[in-house]
Structure formats: structure tokens, C-alpha cells
């Protein structure tokens, strides 16, 4: 289901999970793991990952897949949890996307991304 349109390699001063949410750290192109809901949420990781001080590729548009971090339904706008898993978004939360499936915890779910 994978179909990014942009990819960019950023940094990551800790290690960050494939398929999780992040937002900038510290230092230019930086990331880390998402972890509040207030966060600028910049894209998603891709499978892959990152190490401790390693590259990290986050892809910032288009659709893609992401760790769940709670039941969402498909059409649901979607933001982070506390581990940079996708759970729907309420109020004024920060939204990465659009969930194009339904999903539960721990599933890979397909989104389209729209950062808002």
C-alpha cells in the first residue's frame, strides 16, 4: 500500500522505531519520536528506522503506514500517542493524517498524510 512521494533523511539522536510518528528535536534536521499530542508532527518513519545518532528517513507526504496505537476508523484524523504510535486525534491535538483503514493497537495501518 505503500505510495510516498516525499522522502527526506534527517538525523536522530536516539533510536526511533519504523512506522512511528515524529516531530523535529534538538539541532538542524533533527528528529525524534513523537510523544505529545502538541508536538509539530513532521511525517512518519519508514520501516526501517533509526539507531542511536543515526540517519532516520522520514516520509513527510503522501500515503503510507504507521504502528496503531489505539482502535481508529477509517476517515478519522489522526495524531500520536506517548510512543509515536497513531491514535485519533480530538479538539486541537496536532493530526499527521488521515486513516484510510480501520485499525486496532499494534496493527500497521495505511494513512494519507496531511500535517495540520
Do not use: Y
Not at 543515526?54 to 478519522?76: L, N
Not at 491535538?93 to 494519507?112: C, K, P, S, T
Amino acid at each position: 500500500m505503500r505510495s510516498e512521494t516525499l522522502i527526506k533523511t534527517f538525523m536522530a539522536p536516539a533510536a526511533v522505531e519504523g512506522h512511528r510518528i515524529v516531530t523535529l528535536a534538538a539541532g538542524l534536521f533533527t528528529v525524534e519520536t513523537a510523544s505529545v499530542v502538541t508536538d509539530p508532527l513532521i511525517g512518519v518513519t519508514t520501516s526501517i528506522g533509526s539507531q542511536d545518532n543515526g540517519r532516520c528517513d522520514v516520509i513527510a507526504a503522501g500515503f503510507t503506514e504507521v504502528k496503531i496505537g489505539g482502535a481508529v476508523t477509517r476517515g478519522e484524523s489522526l495524531t500520536t500517542d506517548a510512543s509515536g504510535r497513531a491514535v485519533t486525534a480530538a479538539g486541537t491535538d496536532r493530526v499527521i493524517g488521515i486513516a484510510l483503514q480501520d485499525a486496532v493497537v499494534d496493527d500497521i495501518a495505511a494513512i494519507m498524510l496531511g500535517q495540520g
